[in-house]
């Protein structure tokens, strides 16, 4: 395994986040096929994700990793990350976007569900993971499920920052009792 590489699945491994991803985070979360499964539709920018990486990743608040293609030179093509929300880092938001088009449908989904989590459960205090999902997306649900998630709760009429309403559901994955 190469030193920058936290964790090495079959197709896909992860890294941590540098500010020279900013530029294909921004290029991914633009994407109208990704932006429309967010709550946050708002066009991000560079000065958006800096402040991100300045208030959230830099002081520990989130830990946000780069999947990369296993084949291809480590090509990158998305995103997953944990956002932390107690102080002992017991519990976390887990949110994830593959943001390539054609790395779509190839299972990174899964395997990012599957070698984030157990990377997490090993290397930080988080017990639980939950994650919000919307009703319609349905290949991001079994994605959870396949990753361990579990339906806990119906959040319905959920409104996102275009003022969109869409029904969600609430999941979690306990990593450690």
């Known amino acids: 395994m190469e030193d920058r590489f936290l964790a090495v699945g ?85 949110g994830i976007f593959i943001g390539e088009d054609d790395a779509v449908g190839k299972g990174y989904g899964n395997e990012t569900a599957v070698l984030a989590t157990e990377y997490v459960k090993e290397n930080t205090p988080i017990k639980k993971l939950i994650l919000r999902v919307f009703t319609s997306n349905e290949v991001a649900r079994k994605s959870y499920e396949y990753g361990g998630f579990v339906k806990i709760q119906d959040l319905p009429a959920v409104e996102c920052s275009d003022g969109e309403k869409s029904d969600m559901i609430l999941m979690e994955k306990i990593l450690k009792e």
């Open 10 to 94: 079959k197709n896909i491994s992860l890294r941590k986040i540098t500010r020279d991803d900013t530029h294909l985070v921004i290029k991914w979360r633009n994407n109208e096929r990704v932006r429309s499964h967010f709550i946050y539709r708002e066009t991000f920018t560079a000065p958006h994700h800096e402040n991100w990486l300045k208030e959230k990743v830099d002081t520990g608040k989130v830990l946000q990793l780069i999947i990369c293609e296993n084949d291809r030179d480590h090509r990158p093509v998305g995103s997953v990350y944990f956002i932390f929300r107690n102080e002992d880092r017991t519990e976390a938001e887990y």
